[in-house]
């Protein structure tokens, strides 16, 4: 009799000590423990969501909308905007939620998008794969420290979401040089989010006014393309029916500062961001943050495959 009391009570200190612990990813075949759940998410500093990698055909808005997410101390943190990438929170991004991981799952109370739950699966050495059973999609996530990812790479290759990130952008500057031609006249352009990804407007309004009193002259659609051997430098098309194409080499003088050199006519001309939009600000409350839900990254043909390759450090 006391030996079976001595087993039962065993088994309840066991199963109390078990409910009140992570479980630990136990190794099936040599029955050693191998790694937690928390352990995992904190094996890298930074997640790259391969968006590219998505498997399903449902959504799960913070994930859509982040380029990298840290799981650190309970609290989550995501880069959601190309402008600031890699200096925003010393490169994690921005607080946008809390989260709870234990026995391959991991629960998250997003700021914006509410609860979340996903199954936890190791792929490999690098990468994991969130499962969301309700609605039935899996994204996949790369792992990096925050010394060897590739900032730059990231943000050139998405550089149509950094022109998305202002309300406008207003011309600030024009070359001296360089012929007359009809582009001289536009002072603000907007590209914007949402839908085909590819619209914006363009207005002749006199410089210093507020966005919201800007009258859009035109709508059309831009493309930017790359150019073979210059990452730093794109190529910007901007599609006036009555003007044919306007074509533009595209760089990035700062966060909120771009050159446009013209072609055609030789004229370099400079905008300037004005009203950035802060896709979830950090903060308690949700007083004083400027969401803007159309932004969703949208799976491409050109994939980032390889953000290791001239890393910079943080």
Avoid at 14 to 41: M, R, Y
Avoid at 276 to 293: A, D, F, T
């Amino acid at each position: 009799m006391k030996t079976i009391k001595t087993l039962l009570s065993f088994v309840l200190v066991t199963t109390l000590f078990t409910s009140c612990t992570e479980q630990i990813i136990v190794d099936d075949f040599n029955n050693t423990p191998v790694i937690t759940t928390n352990q995992l998410l904190n094996a890298y500093e930074l997640w790259y969501v391969d968006v590219n990698a998505t498997k399903g055909f449902g959504e799960t808005p913070f994930l859509q909308k982040a380029f990298t997410v840290s799981f650190i101390n309970g609290v989550m943190y995501a880069n959601n905007n190309i402008a600031g990438l890699g200096t925003n929170g010393d490169g994690f991004g921005i607080d946008v939620g809390e989260y709870d991981a234990y026995n391959m799952v991991l629960d998250v109370q997003h700021d914006i998008d509410g609860f979340s739950t996903f199954d936890v699966y190791e792929v490999d050495y690098d990468t994991i794969e969130l499962y969301n059973p309700n609605n039935d999609t899996s994204y996949f996530l790369n792992g990096y420290q925050r010394n060897n990812f590739d900032y730059d790479f990231v943000f050139y290759d998405n550089i149509h979401y950094f022109l998305q990130e202002y309300d406008a952008w207003e011309k600030t500057y024009t070359s001296e040089f360089g012929a007359i031609n009809e582009f001289d006249n536009e002072n603000y352009l907007q590209f914007l989010a949402g839908g085909n990804d590819s619209q914006f407007r363009s207005s002749q309004d006199d410089n210093g006014l507020n966005t919201n009193n800007l009258i859009w002259d035109y709508t059309g659609f831009y493309g930017v393309g790359n150019i073979s051997g210059n990452e730093f430098l794109k190529t910007l098309t901007l599609d006036y029916d009555y003007l044919d194409n306007e074509h533009f080499e595209l760089s990035v003088i700062n966060d909120s500062k771009i050159e446009l050199f013209h072609p055609a006519s030789e004229t370099v001309y400079e905008f300037q961001g004005i009203g950035y939009i802060q896709y979830l600000k950090s903060g308690g409350n949700m007083k004083g943050k400027k969401v803007n839900k159309n932004k969703m990254r949208k799976h491409r043909k050109n994939k980032v495959t390889n953000p290791r390759e001239n890393t910079r450090k943080v």
